[in-house]
Protein backbone atom coordinates (compact mmCIF):
# COMPACT_ATOMS: atom_id res chain seq x y z
CA UNK A 1 0.00 0.00 0.00
CA UNK A 2 1.57 3.60 -1.18
CA UNK A 3 0.04 6.22 0.43
CA UNK A 4 0.84 9.70 -0.04
CA UNK A 5 -0.44 13.46 0.39
CA UNK A 6 -0.77 16.46 -2.70
CA UNK A 7 -0.48 20.11 -2.48
CA UNK A 8 -2.43 21.73 -4.91
CA UNK A 9 -2.53 25.44 -5.59
CA UNK A 10 -5.22 27.54 -7.75
CA UNK A 11 -6.45 30.91 -7.94
CA UNK A 12 -8.77 31.81 -4.90
CA UNK A 13 -11.68 32.42 -7.53
CA UNK A 14 -11.20 29.29 -8.94
CA UNK A 15 -10.89 27.16 -6.08
CA UNK A 16 -14.57 25.28 -5.54
CA UNK A 17 -14.03 24.66 -9.26
CA UNK A 18 -11.06 22.95 -8.80
CA UNK A 19 -12.35 21.23 -5.78
CA UNK A 20 -15.57 19.88 -7.89
CA UNK A 21 -12.98 18.58 -10.92
CA UNK A 22 -10.61 16.89 -8.25
CA UNK A 23 -14.03 14.96 -6.54
CA UNK A 24 -14.83 14.08 -10.48
CA UNK A 25 -11.33 12.13 -11.17
CA UNK A 26 -12.40 9.79 -7.85
CA UNK A 27 -8.43 9.15 -7.78
CA UNK A 28 -7.82 10.91 -4.41
CA UNK A 29 -9.67 12.65 -0.89
CA UNK A 30 -9.74 15.61 -0.37
CA UNK A 31 -8.94 16.78 3.16
CA UNK A 32 -8.91 20.30 3.78
CA UNK A 33 -8.84 23.46 1.52
CA UNK A 34 -8.60 27.16 2.45
CA UNK A 35 -9.34 30.51 0.96
CA UNK A 36 -6.12 31.13 -0.42
CA UNK A 37 -6.48 28.45 -3.02
CA UNK A 38 -4.63 25.60 -1.29
CA UNK A 39 -5.85 22.14 -1.43
CA UNK A 40 -4.95 18.86 0.78
CA UNK A 41 -5.55 15.77 -0.92
CA UNK A 42 -4.80 12.28 -0.05
CA UNK A 43 -4.03 9.38 -2.77
CA UNK A 44 -3.34 5.61 -2.79
CA UNK A 45 -2.25 3.53 -4.82
CA UNK A 46 -1.04 -0.33 -5.55
CA UNK A 47 2.13 1.00 -6.56
CA UNK A 48 4.28 4.55 -6.56
CA UNK A 49 3.86 4.28 -10.34
CA UNK A 50 0.13 4.22 -9.88
CA UNK A 51 0.16 7.20 -7.38
CA UNK A 52 2.27 8.89 -9.84
CA UNK A 53 -0.50 8.41 -12.62
CA UNK A 54 -2.77 10.00 -10.10
CA UNK A 55 -1.27 13.16 -9.50
CA UNK A 56 -0.31 13.94 -13.41
CA UNK A 57 -4.32 13.55 -13.31
CA UNK A 58 -4.51 16.19 -10.48
CA UNK A 59 -1.91 18.40 -11.91
CA UNK A 60 -3.26 18.43 -15.81
CA UNK A 61 -6.64 19.93 -14.35
CA UNK A 62 -7.83 23.57 -15.50
CA UNK A 63 -6.61 26.09 -13.49
CA UNK A 64 -4.27 24.30 -10.89
CA UNK A 65 -1.10 25.99 -10.78
CA UNK A 66 0.79 23.35 -9.28
CA UNK A 67 0.22 19.84 -7.61
CA UNK A 68 3.48 18.61 -6.04
CA UNK A 69 3.43 14.84 -3.35
CA UNK A 70 4.63 16.51 0.04
CA UNK A 71 4.82 13.05 1.66
CA UNK A 72 5.02 9.72 0.40
CA UNK A 73 4.48 6.53 2.53
CA UNK A 74 5.67 3.23 0.65
CA UNK A 75 4.82 0.25 3.32
CA UNK A 76 6.22 -2.68 0.91
CA UNK A 77 9.23 -0.72 -0.66
CA UNK A 78 10.66 0.77 3.23
CA UNK A 79 9.95 -2.70 4.71
CA UNK A 80 13.30 -4.45 3.89
CA UNK A 81 15.10 -0.94 5.49
CA UNK A 82 13.29 -1.70 8.33
CA UNK A 83 15.70 -4.55 9.72
CA UNK A 84 18.87 -2.26 9.19
CA UNK A 85 17.70 -0.07 11.74
CA UNK A 86 19.73 -0.21 15.07
CA UNK A 87 16.73 -0.97 18.09
CA UNK A 88 16.53 1.04 21.20
CA UNK A 89 17.01 -1.29 24.40
CA UNK A 90 13.74 -1.14 26.54
CA UNK A 91 15.26 0.94 29.21
CA UNK A 92 16.44 3.84 27.36
CA UNK A 93 12.41 3.19 25.71
CA UNK A 94 11.09 3.21 29.16
CA UNK A 95 12.97 6.35 30.61
CA UNK A 96 12.59 8.60 27.23
CA UNK A 97 8.81 8.35 28.14
CA UNK A 98 8.88 9.14 31.94
CA UNK A 99 8.80 12.88 33.09
CA UNK A 100 12.44 13.82 34.26
CA UNK A 101 13.31 16.90 35.86
CA UNK A 102 16.05 18.54 33.98
CA UNK A 103 18.49 19.19 36.37
CA UNK A 104 19.14 15.47 35.65
CA UNK A 105 19.29 15.45 32.04
CA UNK A 106 22.80 15.33 31.58
CA UNK A 107 24.30 16.51 27.88
CA UNK A 108 27.05 15.01 26.94
CA UNK A 109 28.39 16.72 23.60
CA UNK A 110 27.02 16.93 20.12
CA UNK A 111 26.51 13.94 17.79
CA UNK A 112 27.09 15.26 14.35
CA UNK A 113 30.29 14.12 13.84
CA UNK A 114 30.04 10.35 16.54
Do not use: W
Not at 9 to 32: M, Q, S, T, Y
Not at 52 to 72: G, P, R, T
Request: proline share 3%; charged share 35%.
Amino acid sequence: MNISSVVIKCAPKFLDEVKDNIKALDCCEIHASDDLGRIIVVIEGATTEEESEKLKLIQAQDHVLSAEMVYAYSEREFAPEDEKFERLSEDVVERLNTDMPADEIIYSGHLKDK
